[in-house]
């Protein structure tokens, strides 16, 4: 666990979920301390004292100890029906699966759960549409791997070259992009920065980076204006 929101949240959550868990054996070095998040501590304290009003949790030294995503009832479910063993620090594996021994031995049945209220519902989304011409135009990525550089042309639709950006990393140069307002919709940037991650992993690890293509099979302009004219589907 590396948060000590999202990550108790996600352990509230699935915890709950199932009503034979009784026990949590919490152990290890804490994580993140240089960050600050301090989540093991964060869950001893969650024991300890709940949360206040404004869903923090009270006593925790965590960085944002606030759970946002799951309500009060959730708390006090999981607070009631688990039991914590704090071992915080702990790393001695025959030490851990002596109090798990331990636990199991006791065995108080199952716990009774409240119903999560208005649980989110994982939706299964379809593969992407053609892309849209962005007004803005579109890019050609590719890496330079004797400069050990990323290199992003930027075309008008009319297949005229506009800007070059070169850089080191996927993030310096959809940044770069973004604030030269060379792309305009959405797609275009998780096009975009998707590609870049793409071109920067090859650079790290030595393989061939080819840019990949578009959604396609046609492309359906966004206002007026002509095709790009690029060739081989290079068109983004």
């Known amino acids: 666990m590396q948060t000590e929101n999202l990550g108790i949240e996600r352990l509230i959550r699935n915890t709950n979920a199932n009503p034979n868990v009784r026990f949590l054996v919490l152990c290890g070095q804490d994580s993140q301390q240089t960050v600050g998040h301090l989540p093991g501590q964060s869950l001893s304290a969650l024991f300890a004292s709940g949360i206040d009003e404004r869903l923090r949790i009270i006593g925790a030294r965590g960085k944002r100890p606030v759970l946002n995503n799951v309500t009060a009832e959730e708390v006090a479910s999981f607070r009631e029906s688990v039991e914590l063993i704090d071992l915080l620090g702990e790393e001695k594996r025959s030490h851990v699966a002596d109090e798990i021994a331990r636990c199991s031995a006791r065995n108080p049945g199952a716990a009774q759960k409240v119903t999560p209220r208005n649980p989110i519902v994982p939706a299964f989304v379809a593969e992407p549409q053609p892309l849209v011409l962005d007004p803005a135009g579109y890019f050609v990525v590719y890496s330079e791997a004797r400069r050990d550089a990323l290199v992003v042309e930027h075309y008008t639709n009319q297949g005229v070259l506009n800007a070059v950006l070169e850089g080191r990393t996927a993030g310096a140069l959809y940044q770069a992009a973004i604030t030269r307002r060379l792309v305009s919709r959405l797609d275009h940037a998780a096009y975009l920065g998707r590609e870049l991650a793409r071109a920067e992993r090859s650079l790290k690890d030595g ?16 206002t007026t204006g002509s095709s790009c004219g690029c060739s081989g589907g290079s068109c983004q």
């Open 207 to 222: 393989t061939l980076y080819v840019q990949d293509r578009a959604p396609e099979p046609e492309q359906v302009p966004a």
